[in-house]
């Protein structure tokens, strides 16, 4: 049931492909709230994903594209501005893929045609989106606009790649533009750095399960869900954080603040039950 926190706003979401995607369930949950909104990705996402089925559902139009190509975003403020009937309120930017990554290439090993590919994808695509919008001046006074990013932004973790480097340059963007924007403008932009969570995207990163697993240990909430994620993104689109910007804001259980929790302390130890030595001294493991 809704709160109406969206009523007569219009929005745009770029990247939902299926029932996994955290821009699915943002899309759901706006349309709760009573936005209007238009669904955007790729021609071969919407072919190979699900998102007709969420576009009858919400009775949202999609436009496919291409988020790295300029001509292509201004196509989708310009359609979404005619299909909704002025000017866009809210933006959510949930695009992430490194071919480097799916190639499984390691982070010393990488190919840097496909790091430019990551790069684009993940990241500057969110400066053209931006861009477009502010030369197109599609995005209401006090509009919203929010990315999706990651923690591995800051920390190191085994085997995110080059995304992380993505993720950092994403950040970066939204503080840089976002100054720019909110002073001309008065339109806020935010990352939100989301816990680990299981989408088609997510579940291509090496040892992506035991980093799930080891972040909920870590968290003294607990790894926040896809569900979850989306509640707090209707907040950041409301009119109840007209004066948060260019922030990046941990949506995390809390994992971002932590060192070592009891839960991942206790499986550390565990590790060690089993902890034999020979004759020399050496550990011998079980």
Same mark, same amino acid.
């Given at each position: 049931?809704?709160?109406? @926190? !969206?009523?007569?706003? =219009?929005?745009?979401?770029?990247?939902? @492909?299926?029932? $996994?995607?955290?821009?699915?369930?943002?899309?759901?949950?706006?349309?709760?709230?009573?936005?209007?909104?238009?669904?955007?990705?790729?021609?071969?996402?919407?072919?190979?994903?699900?998102?007709?089925? !969420?576009?009858?559902? !919400?009775?949202?139009?999609?436009?496919?594209?291409?988020?790295?190509?300029?001509?292509?975003?201004?196509?989708? /403020?310009? %359609?979404? &501005?005619?299909?909704?009937?002025?000017?866009?309120?809210?933006?959510?930017?949930?695009?992430?893929?490194?071919?480097?990554?799916?190639?499984? =290439?390691?982070?010393?090993?990488?190919?840097?045609? !496909?790091? %430019?590919?990551?790069?684009?994808?993940?990241?500057?695509? /969110?400066? +053209?989106? $931006? &861009?477009?919008? +502010?030369?197109?001046? #599609?995005?209401?006074?006090?509009?919203?606009?929010?990315?999706?990013?990651?923690? #591995?932004? &800051? =920390?190191?973790?085994?085997?995110?790649?080059?995304?992380?480097?993505?993720?950092?340059?994403?950040?970066?963007? #939204?503080?840089? /533009?976002?100054?720019?924007?909110?002073?001309? +403008?008065?339109?806020?932009?935010?990352?939100?750095?989301?816990?680990?969570?299981?989408?088609?995207?997510?579940?291509?990163?090496?040892?992506?399960?035991?980093?799930?697993?080891? *972040?909920?240990?870590? *968290?003294?909430?607990?790894?926040?869900?896809?569900?979850?994620?989306?509640?707090?993104?209707?907040?950041? /689109?409301?009119? @109840?954080? =007209? +004066?948060?910007?260019?922030?990046?804001?941990?949506?995390?259980?809390?994992?971002?603040?932590?060192? $070592?929790?009891?839960?991942? $302390?206790?499986?550390?130890?565990?590790?060690?039950?089993?902890?034999?030595?020979?004759?020399?001294?050496?550990?011998?493991?079980?």
């Amino acid at each position: 049931m809704g709160n109406n @926190l !969206l009523s007569g706003k =219009r929005g745009i979401i770029f990247g939902a @492909l299926n029932d $996994m995607s955290i821009a699915w369930k943002v899309a759901e949950r706006a349309v709760e709230e009573g936005a209007i909104i238009t669904l955007s990705n790729t021609a071969l996402a919407v072919r190979m994903g699900t998102v007709a089925e !969420l576009g009858k559902n !919400l009775n949202a139009e999609i436009i496919p594209a291409d988020a790295t190509k300029v001509e292509d975003l201004e196509m989708v /403020f310009a %359609q979404s &501005q005619d299909i909704l009937g002025g000017k866009i309120d809210f933006v959510l930017h949930s695009i992430g893929m490194s071919p480097n990554v799916r190639k499984k =290439r390691a982070y010393d090993d990488l190919d840097y045609n !496909l790091l %430019q590919s990551t790069l684009d994808i993940s990241a500057i695509s /969110f400066h +053209k989106m $931006m &861009q477009v919008a +502010k030369k197109m001046d #599609a995005i209401n006074e006090w509009g919203s606009i929010v990315a999706l990013s990651y923690v #591995a932004a &800051q =920390r190191t973790l085994f085997g995110y790649n080059d995304m992380a480097d993505a993720k950092a340059m994403l950040e970066s963007i #939204a503080r840089s /533009f976002g100054y720019i924007y909110g002073r001309e +403008k008065n339109v806020r932009v935010n990352t939100i750095s989301q816990s680990p969570t299981l989408t088609t995207a997510g579940s291509g990163i090496k040892g992506f399960d035991g980093l799930m697993d080891f *972040a909920d240990r870590m *968290a003294p909430l607990g790894n926040a869900t896809a569900d979850e994620c989306a509640n707090y993104c209707i907040v950041m /689109f409301s009119d @109840l954080t =007209r +004066k948060v910007t260019m922030q990046n804001l941990y949506h995390d259980g809390g994992f971002a603040s932590m060192g $070592m929790s009891l839960k991942a $302390m206790n499986q550390y130890n565990k590790s060690f039950e089993n902890e034999f030595k020979d004759e020399n001294g050496h550990i011998i493991y079980g």
